[in-house]
C-alpha cells in the first residue's frame, strides 16, 4: 500500500478503492511528489480541506470536507472541481484563476449560494486558497483548507436583527423600560416613556446613584443590589416614589414596574431589566372612584321608597339594594344570581317584556314604562319604572340599572275616582306631587299643600278657583292650555296633559308637566277634572343648556380644527421656505463666485485685448473655461440630487474603475493619508454612468481625508450582496442582487443629528470656503436614480463608513470609451448635412461653428415645428442633433421620433442641459441613437458626431 494514502478514513478508503488509472491522473504512485504530499496532509486532518489539481482541476477532499459536500458526496471525489460547484462557478472563477495564476487567496467570510441538499441556501466560509507548484515550478494545482462559518454568521445576524427590533419596540412601548448594567446598575438603554417619566436626565452611562441621588433613603438602590446578587425577580404595585424636579420642588410619583436580572448563557446576572407604568393618575383616579361609589352607595341605600338594582347583559340580578327588598320583598342573597324574570308577571314573562326593555335601553339608552310587578309574596303591584344601561371605561355596556315605583295605590286611588267621582284625597296624600281637583260646574278649585310649597305660595295667595290656576298660566301659554282644557270639556278624551309655565309665588314662571283625568256625568258631560302638576324648571333649564353646546360643539370642533390646520400650513410653509431659502442661497453663493471668475476674465480679455497686450489672453481664456467648468459640476451635482440629472448608463466594472482611478485618489488625499483597496473577487457588474460614480468616490475620499486632518488610512472596498425582505426594506430598496462600494475612514465620524442631515442640498459641517455641501446630495441622488440606495455608518471619534448600493447587472461590463482630440477628428465627406434643432442662438451657433470648421453643412432650427419642416423636406440630412427641452410643444424626443418615421435610420444626438428620465427612456434609447450632456467640450462634440454618422 502507498504510505501516503494510509488510514484517511472513509476518504482514504474511497481513494484506495477507486481505478485511477482511467484518469489522466493515472495510477496513485506514479502521481506527482507535491500532489502525494498534499494528498496525505488532506487525509490525515480533521479540518475540512480539498486540493484542485492539474488542468481540470481534479478534487481530492477528506471526512470533513464530505460533510460541506452534502448530496454532492460521493461522487464529487475525481470530478473537476468547477462541475461540482457549478452553481456558484461564477463566484469561484475569478478566486480560483488567482490561485492558478500564483497568488493566494484568503478571506474570512464569502457568501455563496449553494445547492447541495436539493434547494439553494445561503451559506458563509472562511478560507485560504494556495497554489501548489510542481516539480518544474509551474503552479499545477490548489490547496483549500476552509471553515463553515454559515451558523456563526447567521446567528450573530438574528441576534443583531433581534437586538435592533427589541430597541425599536421598547422605544415606541407605552410603559418606561430601562436596561441597566453591571452592579453599580449603570444605564444602558432608556426608552421615551422613561425619559419624558423621569425629566429627561442624562442618564446613559451613569449609574443609578449618580443620575438619581434623590432615591437613597427611599429603598431603590437596595433593590436592586438584591435582584442582581440573588437573581430574582422583583415585582412592585403602586409604590411611591419622590423625585427632584426644577427649581428644587419635589414631586411624588406612584409606579408599577417590574425589575427582571438579565441572565447570560453562563448563568450569571449581568443586569437588570426594568419596565413599568406611571400609576399615578390611576391610583388617584382609583381613590376617587372608591369615593363616589361610596357616596352613591350611601345614597342609594338610603331610597327607601323606590326598587333601584343592576342586571347583567342576561338579565341576572347583580346589585340589590334595601329599596328593592323594601318593594319586592326578596332579600338580596335570596334573588342575587337569579333572573329578574320571577319579578314579572306570567303574562309579559310569556311575552318575552324583561328581554325586550334590555333591548329598547340598549338601543335608545333609557326605556321608560308602566306594568304589573310580582312580590315574593306572589302580590302584584304597578310601578312605575325606566332602565338604563350601564358602560365601563371603553364605553361597552356590561349591565342595567333598573328603577322601579311602586305606584300601587295612586293607580288605584284613579281608578277609584273615575268609579266613584269621589275626590283625589288618597293621592294627594300618597304623594309629593302638585294635586288640583277642579269641580268645573261651581269653578271651585282645591289644592293639595304640595302646590304651595312647590311655588312658593302663602296659603292666603292660593284662590280656590279655576280661574285663578288659568290666571297664573304664563300669557303666551294661556289660550293654548285654555283651548286644550275646552276640547277635553267638549269630549275629546278623558285624559289632561300639558306642559306650560306657571306663576311662582315670587313673579317667576316655572316650567310645569300637568296631567289629570276627566270625571264625567251619566250624560256623558264633564263634571271634574283632578291631576297633578310637576315642576320641570331645573331639567328644562339643563336640557337647554345641552341642547346648546349640542349645537355650539361642531362649531366649536370646526374652528379648532382649522386653527390647527392653519398652523400646520404655516409650519409646513415655513419648513419648505427654509429649505429653499438654503438651497437658493447655497446656490447663489457658488454661481456668484463662478460668474464673477467668467465675466471678470471675460472683461479682462476685452481690455488685453483693446491694449494689444495679447499675450496675457490665454491665462484669462484658461480662468474663464475653468471656472465654467466648475459651474457645470455644480449643476450637475444639483440635477443629481435631484435626480434629474441626464444618465449615460452602461454595464461597468466597478473593480476596474475604482483600480483605475487610484492615482488619482492618491495624488489628491496627499501623502499623509493611506488609500487601501479591497476588491471583491467576481464581482458582479453593474448598469450606470461611470463618470458619475467615479466623482462620487472622488468626492467620498476627499470627505474622508478631511475627517482625518492629522492622517491615517481610507479603504475602498466592494462586494456582492444579496438583499432580502428585511436587508432590502432597511435600505430603501427593492429585494435582490447588489453591489456595494464603501469607503470607510478612522476619522471624526459624525453624530446623529449629523447623519440626518448629511444628504441635504449645501449643508456642512466644514468652514465657509471649504466646501459647497453637494457632494453627498449628488452622490444620494445618483444612486437613487441609478436604482440603488447610499447608508452612512458613522460614530464619533470612531470614523465613518459611507456604502453605495448599485443593482447588479445581468450581461457583461463594456470596456471604458476614450473620446479623441477635436484636432484628430476626421473631416466631413462632401455633402454631409447636419440639422440643428436647439431654442438657444448662442448654443446653435456654437454647434454650428464646429460642423462648419469640420466641412459639414450646418442647418439651424429654433423649435421642434422648424425642424420638423426641413426633416420633411427633400435636403440631405444624415444627423439631427436636438436638444431635448424645447418651446412650442415638441420636445426634442418627439422630434427625433417624428423624424425617425420619415427618414428611418436616421442618426440622432441628443445634447440636454437637464432633461426629465421618462422622455428619454431612462437612458435605454433606440439604436442610433446618443446623449451628449450640456455643457459639453468641442473636440468631445466633434468626436461623436463623427462616430454617430459612420454608425
Not at 390 to 396: E, P, R, S, V, W
Not at 477 to 501: F, N, P, Q
Given at each position: 500500500?502507498l504510505?501516503?494514502?494510509v488510514?484517511g478514513?472513509?476518504?482514504?478508503?474511497?481513494?484506495?478503492?477507486r481505478d485511477?488509472t482511467?484518469?489522466v491522473?493515472?495510477?496513485?504512485?506514479?502521481w506527482?511528489t507535491?500532489?502525494k504530499?498534499?494528498?496525505?496532509?488532506v487525509?490525515?486532518?480533521?479540518?475540512p480541506m480539498?486540493v484542485a489539481w492539474g488542468v481540470?482541476?481534479?478534487l481530492?477532499?477528506?471526512d470533513?470536507?464530505?460533510?460541506?459536500?452534502?448530496?454532492?458526496?460521493p461522487?464529487a471525489?475525481?470530478?473537476p472541481?468547477?462541475?461540482?460547484w457549478?452553481e456558484i462557478?461564477?463566484?469561484?472563477t475569478?478566486i480560483?484563476?488567482?490561485?492558478?495564476?500564483?497568488?493566494?487567496v484568503h478571506?474570512?467570510?464569502?457568501?455563496?449560494?449553494?445547492q447541495?441538499?436539493?434547494y439553494?441556501?445561503?451559506?458563509?466560509?472562511a478560507?485560504s486558497y494556495t497554489?501548489?507548484?510542481g516539480?518544474?515550478?509551474a503552479?499545477?494545482?490548489?490547496?483549500c483548507?476552509?471553515?463553515?462559518i454559515?451558523?456563526?454568521?447567521?446567528a450573530?445576524?438574528?441576534?443583531?436583527?433581534?437586538t435592533q427590533?427589541?430597541?425599536?419596540l421598547f422605544?415606541?412601548?407605552?410603559?418606561?423600560?430601562?436596561?441597566?448594567?453591571?452592579?453599580?446598575?449603570?444605564?444602558?438603554?432608556?426608552?421615551?416613556s422613561?425619559?419624558?417619566?423621569f425629566g429627561?436626565?442624562d442618564?446613559i452611562?451613569?449609574t443609578v446613584?449618580k443620575?438619581f441621588?434623590?432615591?437613597?433613603?427611599?429603598?431603590?438602590?437596595?433593590?436592586?443590589?438584591?435582584?442582581?446578587?440573588?437573581g430574582?425577580?422583583?415585582?412592585?404595585?403602586h409604590i411611591p416614589?419622590v423625585?427632584d424636579?426644577e427649581?428644587g420642588d419635589?414631586?411624588e410619583?406612584?409606579?408599577?414596574?417590574?425589575y427582571e436580572?438579565?441572565?447570560?448563557?453562563?448563568?450569571?446576572?449581568?443586569?437588570i431589566?426594568?419596565?413599568?407604568y406611571d400609576?399615578?393618575?390611576?391610583?388617584?383616579a382609583?381613590a376617587?372612584?372608591?369615593?363616589?361609589?361610596?357616596?352613591?352607595r350611601?345614597?342609594?341605600e338610603?331610597?327607601?321608597?323606590?326598587?333601584?338594582f343592576t342586571?347583567?347583559?342576561?338579565?341576572?340580578?347583580?346589585?340589590?339594594t334595601?329599596?328593592?327588598e323594601t318593594?319586592?320583598?326578596?332579600?338580596?342573597?335570596?334573588?342575587?344570581g337569579?333572573?329578574?324574570?320571577i319579578?314579572y308577571?306570567?303574562?309579559?314573562?310569556?311575552?318575552?317584556?324583561?328581554?325586550q326593555?334590555?333591548?329598547?335601553?340598549?338601543?335608545?339608552?333609557?326605556?321608560?314604562?308602566?306594568?304589573w310587578h310580582?312580590?315574593?309574596?306572589g302580590?302584584r303591584?304597578?310601578?312605575?319604572?325606566?332602565?338604563?344601561p350601564l358602560h365601563?371605561?371603553q364605553?361597552?355596556?356590561?349591565?342595567?340599572?333598573k328603577?322601579?315605583r311602586?305606584?300601587?295605590?295612586?293607580?288605584?286611588?284613579?281608578?277609584?275616582l273615575?268609579e266613584t267621582?269621589?275626590?283625589?284625597?288618597l293621592?294627594?296624600?300618597a304623594t309629593n306631587?302638585?294635586i288640583?281637583?277642579?269641580?268645573?260646574?261651581s269653578?271651585?278649585v282645591?289644592?293639595?299643600?304640595?302646590?304651595?310649597v312647590?311655588?312658593?305660595?302663602?296659603?292666603?295667595?292660593?284662590?280656590?278657583?279655576?280661574?285663578?290656576?288659568?290666571?297664573n298660566?304664563?300669557?303666551?301659554?294661556?289660550e293654548?292650555?285654555?283651548?286644550?282644557?275646552?276640547?277635553i270639556?267638549d269630549?275629546?278624551?278623558d285624559?289632561?296633559?300639558?306642559e306650560?309655565?306657571?306663576?311662582?309665588g315670587d313673579?317667576s314662571?316655572?316650567?310645569?308637566?300637568?296631567?289629570?283625568?276627566?270625571?264625567?256625568?251619566e250624560?256623558g258631560s264633564?263634571?271634574?277634572?283632578?291631576?297633578a302638576m310637576?315642576?320641570?324648571?331645573?331639567r328644562?333649564?339643563?336640557e337647554k343648556?345641552?341642547?346648546?353646546?349640542?349645537?355650539?360643539?361642531?362649531?366649536?370642533?370646526?374652528?379648532?380644527?382649522?386653527?390647527?390646520?392653519?398652523?400646520q400650513?404655516?409650519l409646513r410653509?415655513?419648513q419648505?421656505?427654509?429649505?429653499?431659502?438654503?438651497?437658493?442661497?447655497?446656490?447663489?453663493?457658488d454661481?456668484?463666485n463662478?460668474?464673477?471668475g467668467?465675466?471678470?476674465?471675460?472683461?479682462m480679455?476685452q481690455?488685453?485685448?483693446a491694449?494689444g497686450?495679447?499675450?496675457?489672453?490665454?491665462?484669462?481664456?484658461?480662468?474663464?473655461?475653468?471656472a465654467?467648468k466648475?459651474?457645470?459640476?455644480l449643476t450637475?451635482?444639483?440635477?443629481?440630487f435631484?435626480?434629474r440629472?441626464?444618465?449615460a448608463p452602461k454595464?461597468?466594472?466597478?473593480?476596474?474603475?475604482v483600480s483605475?482611478?487610484?492615482?488619482?485618489?492618491?495624488?489628491?488625499?496627499?501623502?499623509v493619508?493611506?488609500v487601501e483597496?479591497v476588491?471583491?473577487?467576481g464581482?458582479?457588474?453593474?448598469?450606470i454612468?461611470?463618470?458619475?460614480l467615479?466623482?462620487?468616490?472622488?468626492?467620498l475620499?476627499?470627505?474622508a481625508?478631511?475627517a482625518?486632518?492629522?492622517?491615517?488610512?481610507?479603504?475602498i472596498?466592494?462586494?456582492?450582496?444579496?438583499m432580502?425582505?428585511r436587508?432590502?426594506?432597511?435600505r430603501?430598496?427593492?429585494?435582490?442582487?447588489?453591489?456595494?462600494l464603501?469607503?470607510?475612514?478612522?476619522?471624526?465620524?459624525m453624530?446623529p443629528?449629523?447623519?440626518?442631515?448629511?444628504?441635504d442640498?449645501f449643508?456642512?459641517?466644514?468652514?465657509i470656503?471649504?466646501?459647497?455641501?453637494?457632494?453627498l446630495?449628488?452622490?444620494?441622488g445618483f444612486a437613487?436614480?441609478?436604482?440603488g440606495s447610499?447608508?452612512i455608518?458613522?460614530e464619533?471619534?470612531?470614523?465613518?463608513?459611507?456604502?453605495v448600493?448599485?443593482?447588479?447587472?445581468?450581461?457583461?461590463?463594456?470596456l471604458?470609451?476614450?473620446?479623441a482630440?477635436i484636432?484628430a477628428a476626421p473631416?466631413?465627406?462632401a455633402?454631409?448635412?447636419?440639422?440643428v434643432?436647439?431654442d438657444?442662438?448662442t448654443?446653435r451657433?456654437?454647434v454650428a461653428?464646429?460642423?462648419?470648421d469640420?466641412?459639414?453643412?450646418?442647418?439651424?432650427?429654433?423649435?421642434?415645428?422648424a425642424?420638423?419642416?426641413?426633416?420633411n423636406?427633400?435636403?440631405?440630412?444624415?444627423?439631427?442633433?436636438t436638444?431635448?427641452?424645447?418651446?412650442?410643444?415638441?420636445?426634442?424626443?418627439?422630434?427625433a421620433?417624428?423624424?425617425?418615421v420619415?427618414?428611418p435610420g436616421?442618426?440622432?444626438?441628443?445634447?440636454?442641459?437637464y432633461?426629465?428620465?421618462?422622455?428619454?427612456?431612462?437612458?435605454h434609447?433606440?439604436?442610433?441613437?446618443?446623449?451628449?450632456?450640456?455643457?459639453?467640450?468641442?473636440d468631445?462634440?466633434?468626436?461623436?458626431?463623427r462616430?454617430?454618422?459612420?454608425?
Amino acid at each position: 500500500m502507498l504510505s501516503f494514502l494510509v488510514d484517511g478514513g472513509q476518504m482514504g478508503a474511497a481513494i484506495r478503492a477507486r481505478d485511477w488509472t482511467e484518469t489522466v491522473l493515472g495510477a496513485p504512485a506514479e502521481w506527482p511528489t507535491p500532489l502525494k504530499t498534499l494528498v496525505s496532509v488532506v487525509l490525515g486532518s480533521n479540518q475540512p480541506m480539498f486540493v484542485a489539481w492539474g488542468v481540470e482541476q481534479t478534487l481530492f477532499y477528506n471526512d470533513a470536507y464530505a460533510t460541506i459536500l452534502a448530496d454532492k458526496h460521493p461522487e464529487a471525489l475525481g470530478q473537476p472541481f468547477m462541475e461540482v460547484w457549478a452553481e456558484i462557478e461564477a463566484d469561484l472563477t475569478p478566486i480560483v484563476e488567482q490561485a492558478y495564476a500564483g497568488l493566494p487567496v484568503h478571506m474570512d467570510d464569502i457568501t455563496l449560494m449553494m445547492q447541495r441538499r436539493g434547494y439553494v441556501e445561503e451559506t458563509h466560509f472562511a478560507f485560504s486558497y494556495t497554489p501548489v507548484r510542481g516539480e518544474a515550478g509551474a503552479v499545477e494545482g490548489l490547496f483549500c483548507a476552509c471553515t463553515e462559518i454559515t451558523d456563526q454568521v447567521l446567528a450573530e445576524r438574528r441576534r443583531a436583527a433581534d437586538t435592533q427590533r427589541q430597541r425599536r419596540l421598547f422605544e415606541q412601548a407605552p410603559g418606561f423600560i430601562t436596561i441597566l448594567h453591571g452592579p453599580e446598575h449603570v444605564f444602558e438603554f432608556t426608552n421615551a416613556s422613561y425619559r419624558r417619566l423621569f425629566g429627561n436626565r442624562d442618564s446613559i452611562g451613569k449609574t443609578v446613584r449618580k443620575a438619581f441621588p434623590e432615591l437613597a433613603d427611599q429603598g431603590f438602590y437596595e433593590l436592586l443590589d438584591s435582584v442582581y446578587h440573588t437573581g430574582e425577580r422583583f415585582v412592585a404595585d403602586h409604590i411611591p416614589l419622590v423625585l427632584d424636579v426644577e427649581g428644587g420642588d419635589q414631586v411624588e410619583r406612584i409606579l408599577d414596574f417590574i425589575y427582571e436580572p438579565i441572565i447570560d448563557d453562563a448563568g450569571n446576572v449581568t443586569g437588570i431589566f426594568v419596565e413599568g407604568y406611571d400609576a399615578t393618575d390611576a391610583h388617584r383616579a382609583q381613590a376617587e372612584l372608591r369615593e363616589s361609589e361610596e357616596r352613591n352607595r350611601r345614597i342609594v341605600e338610603g331610597v327607601k321608597d323606590h326598587s333601584i338594582f343592576t342586571v347583567d347583559t342576561e338579565n341576572r340580578v347583580m346589585d340589590w339594594t334595601p329599596g328593592a327588598e323594601t318593594v319586592f320583598g326578596w332579600c338580596a342573597d335570596e334573588i342575587s344570581g337569579h333572573s329578574v324574570d320571577i319579578l314579572y308577571t306570567p303574562e309579559d314573562r310569556a311575552a318575552g317584556v324583561p328581554t325586550q326593555e334590555l333591548a329598547a335601553a340598549r338601543e335608545k339608552g333609557c326605556a321608560n314604562d308602566e306594568r304589573w310587578h310580582v312580590r315574593r309574596d306572589g302580590s302584584r303591584f304597578f310601578a312605575n319604572g325606566s332602565v338604563r344601561p350601564l358602560h365601563d371605561a371603553q364605553g361597552t355596556i356590561t349591565g342595567f340599572i333598573k328603577i322601579a315605583r311602586d305606584e300601587t295605590d295612586r293607580r288605584a286611588a284613579e281608578a277609584t275616582l273615575r268609579e266613584t267621582e269621589q275626590r283625589y284625597r288618597l293621592a294627594a296624600k300618597a304623594t309629593n306631587d302638585a294635586i288640583w281637583d277642579w269641580d268645573l260646574a261651581s269653578n271651585s278649585v282645591e289644592w293639595n299643600e304640595a302646590v304651595r310649597v312647590l311655588f312658593g305660595y302663602e296659603e292666603n295667595e292660593i284662590k280656590p278657583t279655576g280661574d285663578w290656576w288659568i290666571g297664573n298660566i304664563h300669557p303666551d301659554d294661556r289660550e293654548r292650555v285654555d283651548k286644550d282644557i275646552h276640547a277635553i270639556i267638549d269630549g275629546a278624551g278623558d285624559h289632561w296633559a300639558s306642559e306650560y309655565r306657571f306663576r311662582r309665588g315670587d313673579g317667576s314662571f316655572a316650567d310645569v308637566f300637568d296631567r289629570g283625568h276627566v270625571f264625567r256625568g251619566e250624560d256623558g258631560s264633564a263634571v271634574r277634572m283632578i291631576g297633578a302638576m310637576l315642576d320641570l324648571t331645573e331639567r328644562k333649564r339643563a336640557e337647554k343648556a345641552l341642547r346648546e353646546l349640542n349645537e355650539t360643539l361642531e362649531a366649536r370642533v370646526l374652528e379648532r380644527t382649522a386653527d390647527l390646520m392653519t398652523a400646520q400650513d404655516a409650519l409646513r410653509q415655513a419648513q419648505k421656505m427654509e429649505a429653499v431659502g438654503q438651497l437658493t442661497g447655497g446656490l447663489a453663493h457658488d454661481f456668484n463666485n463662478l460668474l464673477t471668475g467668467i465675466s471678470g476674465s471675460l472683461e479682462m480679455m476685452q481690455i488685453r485685448i483693446a491694449q494689444g497686450r495679447t499675450a496675457d489672453v490665454e491665462r484669462y481664456v484658461g480662468a474663464a473655461q475653468g471656472a465654467a467648468k466648475r459651474a457645470a459640476s455644480l449643476t450637475h451635482r444639483l440635477l443629481a440630487f435631484s435626480r434629474r440629472q441626464t444618465l449615460a448608463p452602461k454595464p461597468t466594472n466597478v473593480n476596474h474603475l475604482v483600480s483605475g482611478m487610484e492615482d488619482l485618489i492618491r495624488r489628491t488625499v496627499g501623502p499623509v493619508i493611506e488609500v487601501e483597496t479591497v476588491n471583491a473577487a467576481g464581482l458582479w457588474p453593474s448598469l450606470i454612468d461611470p463618470s458619475q460614480l467615479e466623482n462620487a468616490i472622488l468626492n467620498l475620499c476627499i470627505n474622508a481625508r478631511d475627517a482625518m486632518p492629522h492622517g491615517g488610512t481610507i479603504t475602498i472596498e466592494t462586494c456582492n450582496r444579496w438583499m432580502d425582505q428585511r436587508t432590502a426594506k432597511e435600505r430603501g430598496l427593492d429585494p435582490g442582487q447588489y453591489i456595494s462600494l464603501c469607503v470607510s475612514d478612522k476619522g471624526t465620524g459624525m453624530p446623529p443629528e449629523v447623519i440626518a442631515r448629511a444628504f441635504d442640498p449645501f449643508f456642512t459641517t466644514k468652514p465657509i470656503g471649504e466646501g459647497t455641501g453637494l457632494g453627498l446630495s449628488m452622490i444620494y441622488g445618483f444612486a437613487k436614480q441609478s436604482g440603488g440606495s447610499v447608508a452612512i455608518y458613522s460614530e464619533v471619534d470612531q470614523g465613518t463608513m459611507v456604502c453605495v448600493y448599485l443593482p447588479r447587472h445581468q450581461g457583461e461590463a463594456e470596456l471604458d470609451d476614450v473620446e479623441a482630440d477635436i484636432e484628430a477628428a476626421p473631416r466631413a465627406e462632401a455633402g454631409e448635412t447636419v440639422l440643428v434643432v436647439d431654442d438657444e442662438p448662442t448654443v446653435r451657433m456654437l454647434v454650428a461653428e464646429v460642423l462648419t470648421d469640420l466641412g459639414y453643412t450646418a442647418i439651424e432650427a429654433a423649435d421642434g415645428t422648424a425642424g420638423l419642416k426641413v426633416i420633411n423636406s427633400d435636403l440631405r440630412i444624415d444627423l439631427l442633433i436636438t436638444d431635448v427641452g424645447l418651446p412650442g410643444g415638441l420636445n426634442g424626443r418627439q422630434v427625433a421620433d417624428a423624424a425617425r418615421v420619415a427618414r428611418p435610420g436616421l442618426k440622432v444626438l441628443f445634447i440636454t442641459g437637464y432633461a426629465e428620465n421618462a422622455v428619454l427612456s431612462h437612458g435605454h434609447l433606440d439604436a442610433g441613437m446618443h446623449v451628449l450632456t450640456k455643457p459639453f467640450p468641442m473636440d468631445v462634440l466633434a468626436t461623436r458626431i463623427r462616430t454617430l454618422i459612420e454608425g
